[in-house]
């Protein structure tokens, strides 16, 4: 089964590929879906490849994404030094063990994991924080069950509390690992779950609640430090004792910098693991990500593997076994080379630049901005008007000057709200981000001015009381007096007056 689609079998041009420039090597077209025949040069197959990917986007005018799209040359170079060695191979490569375990014990530091001196932290380096939400999501299952195995409970409904505007990898963790996801409902005007409704819904069967520093629709952070108190509270009356895991895949890294007061970590008793992700905030390219748990006992011993076939014993707490050893090389090298004070000052300007794309949007009017001033360095805006339509005609307008802003709808229940949203990055300068602004701006014009975008409006004067006649549904049928044809870009609301009802359709 092919999982990627880009185009499908039948819309693609052509079962073969060509390349203007590796034609000088390659003289027949070479197949798309099936192993070529024969072997080619190296300098073709670069160019052949090189070529085609000059049709992505370009990666720092993404602002679809959190994921880091620069990084400094040196590290560059300490990436693709480290390009063969296999993660997972931990006894031949112990330097690069050592380095993710060095790691693992500055992030717990960093959210404040009550390490005793000399006591190393509890925690994994990841793909991404999908791998760690699985992961810590399976450690919550497991004590959950072992609990209620240990007081002679069902121990086969577990549940997980979590805002509806949970990343899909929530979902996926539901749905693989048999947990049923209890979303709390949004609504107009709050995007993120609500501490209170959160806890009305935990029950005997709750593994745990999931909060979010950092919503990916909005970076907004949600209140973890009042869902602990409510959450307590609760504890106490029912003796449940249902934790908090905190998804700070994007928040991670921002708040220990730029909000050191705000209590959202371990320290709140009941947070028992926390994910972040090293390629958001943490600086690093696509590929790594980090959970942390509060202290071993958080960590049921039966889940993790113990493998000696590469060496001497290694334990190890991950989905799958083989992964590059770079991303963890340059998580090291951005901890190493930036230090508190470095993040702080990146993490500072990528709220500057957030902050000069949404006063310059709501300068020109026209959109409510519904991220807020503290969170993630993001951007989310919707348009006043009532038209759904004027987000996606406003994102596609974008890509002309190369910006890549995706528009969505919101969860259900806000379904009706179209956003569009531009995440922050260290690459997005304050130049660019006055830039962004302006093609706004321009944008905005042409979609005003094109014709798909005016629509017909026909305006009428009815006269409802010097028409006599009753349809069949016993409601009296209009008389229409007028009739006036025109083109407009919104609709018109009817107006009543009396006994004439104006309208446009
Ligand atoms: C809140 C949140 N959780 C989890 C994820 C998944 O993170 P990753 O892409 O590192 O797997 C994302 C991704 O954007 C996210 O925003």
Not at 169 to 180: G, I, L, M, Q, T
Not at 251 to 256: D, K, L, T
Request: glycine residues 6%; aromatic residues 10%; charged residues 25%.
């Amino acid at each position: 089964m092919v999982l990627t689609v880009v185009e499908s079998f039948e819309e693609a041009s052509s079962s073969v590929i060509d390349s203007v420039f590796a034609s000088r090597y390659v003289r027949e077209p070479l197949p798309r879906y099936r192993l070529p025949e024969r072997e080619m040069s190296k300098e073709a197959a670069y160019e052949i490849i090189h070529d085609e990917l000059l049709l992505d986007g370009n990666p720092r005018l993404n602002l679809a994404s959190f994921v880091t799209t620069w990084m400094e040359p040196e590290c560059d170079k300490l990436m693709v030094e480290a390009i063969n060695k296999n993660y997972v191979d931990m006894d031949e490569y112990p330097a690069t063990t050592d380095i993710q375990n060095r790691c693992v014990n500055m992030i717990a530091h960093l959210f404040n994991a009550p390490i005793r001196e000399k006591e190393p932290a509890v925690g994994v380096g990841t793909v991404g924080s999908s791998e760690a939400i699985m992961l810590a999501g399976l450690a919550f299952k497991r004590k959950w069950q072992n609990r209620r195995k240990a007081e002679g409970k069902p121990h086969d409904k577990p549940n997980i509390v979590t805002g509806a505007n949970v990343q899909v990898c929530w979902e996926k963790f539901a749905r693989y690992f048999e947990v049923e996801l209890k979303e709390v409902k949004l609504t107009e005007g709050c995007y993120v779950m609500d501490p209170a409704k959160a806890v009305e819904m935990v029950d005997e069967n709750t593994i745990c609640v999931a909060a979010i520093l950092g919503s990916t629709f909005n970076g907004e952070f949600e209140d973890v430090k009042l869902l602990n108190k409510l959450l307590t509270q609760k504890n106490n009356r029912t003796g449940w004792n249902t934790p908090i895991h905190v998804d700070a895949a994007s928040g991670g890294f921002v708040a220990p910098f730029l909000y050191p007061d705000l209590v959202w970590d371990f320290r709140l008793p009941l947070v028992k693991s926390i994910n972040v992700s090293g390629h958001k905030y943490g600086l690093v390219y696509a590929g790594v990500g980090w959970a942390i748990w509060r202290s071993k006992e958080d960590l049921p011993d039966e889940l993790i593997f113990h493998i000696d076939y590469l060496g001497s014993d290694q334990p190890t707490f991950t989905l799958n076994f083989s992964k590059g050893s770079s991303q963890i090389i340059a998580q090291y090298y951005q901890f190493l080379r930036l230090g508190f004070e470095g993040y702080k000052n990146i993490m500072s300007n990528c709220m500057e630049s957030a902050r000069v794309i949404r006063e310059g949007l709501q300068r020109i009017g026209r959109f409510n901005i519904i991220s807020k001033e503290k969170g993630a360095p993001v951007v989310a805006f919707s348009f006043k008007e009532n038209d759904k339509s004027l987000a996606f005609k406003l994102s596609k307008a974008l890509r002309y000057f190369g910006w890549i802003v995706p528009a969505y709808s919101m969860p259900p229940d806000i379904e009706d709200l179209t956003v569009l949203r531009v995440v922050v990055r260290e690459d997005l300068g304050r130049g660019l981000a006055d830039k962004f602004v302006s093609h706004v701006q321009v944008a905005l014009k042409e979609i005003d001015s094109s014709p798909a975008h005016t629509i017909p409006r026909i305006t009428f004067t009815i006269d409802l009381k010097q028409s006599g006649d009753i349809g069949v549904d016993g409601r009296v049928v209009p008389r229409i007096v007028t009739r006036e044809e025109e083109s407009g870009t919104e609709p018109r609301k009817i107006t009543l007056t009396s006994g004439k009802t104006k309208g446009t359709c």
